[in-house]
């Protein structure tokens, strides 16, 4: 790389060393930390939720993707009507309004202790395994770009984001994840423009080729369950995937909860599912670029997770690689930096506060935030065993998410269910999901919906079955109709306070 481009990249460090320091100051109390005081404008938890789930993951992945195959991923996005009413009308209000630190506690107040551990320990172990993917993928290209042994830049990037996190916490991840959003959008950006103005018939011929070799490809109408990519499993394998990802997550969900009512809670996270889509469609056509690029130089043959570094190395001009490489790291730290504060809020909420009988402080906090993050990053250093990164990373979302979905709609929807079939339920429903991906070729697709369904009909037939009868706290904690448009009315009166049990 040139100065220039070093100079770019030291200063972009330096920006998000400088911004958490200033958040630092004003980490007083464990709300301070963990949920930014409950004060985020809704727009800038927005920005967050879609930084967290816009990774170097996708930087990389999806780009590999766009460019080796075609548009088929993106089906799941069809799921999105019925997410965002199930997250917006069920599931926020219960988290909102119960003013939780950790969504897990609702588990122990609806069900027992038992299950709240269960589905807080799943997240925990379902995050790490992530964590370590979102630390692996942008040292993939840094280290062909700086020449530097790919397990140092690994340790470089896991410790520089703990480091920033566990200083200035939940403000310093959330302000810190806007102008990395925005360096991620401008990263993609240059990376068209330059591809585009390096292909003879510019945008047009980019039209033609993916026309040609079906970059545009999105529907696949096919009922096999064995088909990776098909609008079945796009609608139904994509509503679990998408509620696991955005309404039954930590990571998430946390986010959300840091605004000062429940109408703005919603507003963020409709912003952050909906940008997070045309994003993903803007960085698959990326790819669906790339292949033009390299179709008119024969060079079509290239490892997916390796097109992007390709460009970056050998195409852009001095500057820009600085940039990319920015925006790459932008990429990278807003989804650890999320990560690594809702694991910290799991953990502190659902462990120490709990077993303890005391809140935790701030050091403490901060003690368990650089733990995570030193055993994440370790983790990450056996990343070049995965295939492509993106396929990788949703199938663990997969893989994980959908028993806690079953469990939580259970506990929301059914005036049935008690702890015994919760708890049979949860652990059927993941077994399930187990037996299948170990044993069988359904696609990964299908792995959320599979352990969310079984565990929410064995969990409710279970119950029923024993006769399990819930006391008035617990029925107090199921979805109501006429309840919820109450609590919507009186949080748009001004009733949603920011404190919590």
């Given amino acids: 790389m040139h100065i220039i481009d070093y100079i770019i990249l030291i200063s972009y460090f330096l920006g998000v060393v400088v911004l958490a320091g200033f958040f ?19 727009w800038a938890a927005a920005f967050a ?37 199930v997250i917006c009308i069920i599931i926020i209000p219960f988290f909102f309004n119960l003013k939780l630190y950790s969504i897990y506690e609702y588990l122990e107040k609806r069900f027992n202790l038992t299950v709240r551990l269960l589905g807080s320990g799943l997240f925990i172990l379902f995050k790490s395994c992530f964590l370590a993917i979102g630390i692996y993928a942008p040292a993939i290209i840094i280290s062909v770009l700086s020449g530097v042994d790919i397990i140092w830049v690994v340790l470089l990037t896991g410790v520089l984001t703990t480091a920033y996190t566990l200083i200035g916490g939940m403000k310093a991840v959330i302000w810190t994840d806007v102008p990395q959003l925005i360096i991620m959008l401008g990263g993609i ?150 990560v690594l504060n809702s694991l910290t809020t799991v953990f502190v909420s659902d462990f120490y506060t709990r077993f303890k009988q005391r809140e935790a402080s701030v050091k403490l906090a901060r003690t368990v935030t650089l733990i995570i993050g030193i055993f ?52 059927v429903g993941f077994a399930l999901v187990l037996y299948v991906a170990s044993f069988t070729d359904i696609s990964y697709m299908w792995y959320s919906a599979f352990g969310g369904i079984t565990t929410y009909l064995v969990g409710f037939v279970v119950s029923t079955l024993l006769g399990e009868r819930l006391n008035e706290g617990q029925l107090k904690l199921v979805y109501r109709i006429k309840r919820s448009v109450r609590l919507t009315r009186c949080d748009e009166l001004g009733s949603g306070g920011a404190g919590h049990t």
Avoid at 57 to 80: C, H, N, T
Avoid at 403 to 412: I, K, S, Y
Wanted: charged share 10%; net charge neutral; with cysteine.
């Fill in 24 to 42: 630092g100051k004003s980490q007083k109390s464990l709300k301070d930390f963990l949920m930014g005081g409950g004060t985020i404008p809704w």
């Fill in 49 to 85: 939720g879609i930084a967290t789930v816009t990774s170097a993951i996708s930087y990389i992945g999806a780009v590999g993707l766009g460019f080796s195959s075609d548009f088929s991923f993106l089906q799941y996005r069809l799921a999105m009507p019925i997410a965002i009413a």
């Fill in 189 to 338: 950006f240059v990376i068209i423009a330059v591809a585009v103005s390096g292909i003879d018939g510019g945008f047009d011929e980019v039209i033609d080729v993916a026309h040609e070799y079906g970059k545009f490809n999105f529907f696949n109408f096919s009922t096999s369950f064995t088909d990776t990519y098909t609008v079945l499993g796009g609608i139904i394998g994509g509503a679990f995937l998408i509620i696991s990802q955005f309404g039954t997550d930590q990571a998430e969900m946390q986010r959300f909860l840091t605004v000062n009512s429940l109408r703005k809670a919603n507003y963020a996270f409709i912003a952050s599912v909906l940008v997070a889509t045309l994003i993903g469609f803007l960085i698959f056509f990326e790819g669906a670029v790339l292949f033009a690029f390299y179709h008119q130089r024969n060079q079509v043959d290239i490892e997916s997770n390796q097109v992007f570094i390709r460009f970056v190395i050998e195409e852009l001009p001095t500057g820009f690689r600085g940039f990319l490489i920015a925006a790459l790291f932008a990429a990278a730290m807003s989804t650890i930096s999320s």
């Fill in 376 to 427: 994440s990053t370790v983790l990450a250093c056996l990343g070049g065993l995965l295939g492509n990164i993106l396929e990788a990373a949703t199938t663990i979302i997969n893989f994980f998410g959908g028993a806690l979905v079953g469990v939580f709609l259970l506990g929301m929807l059914s005036r049935k269910a008690g702890p015994k079939g919760a708890l049979t339920g949860f652990v």
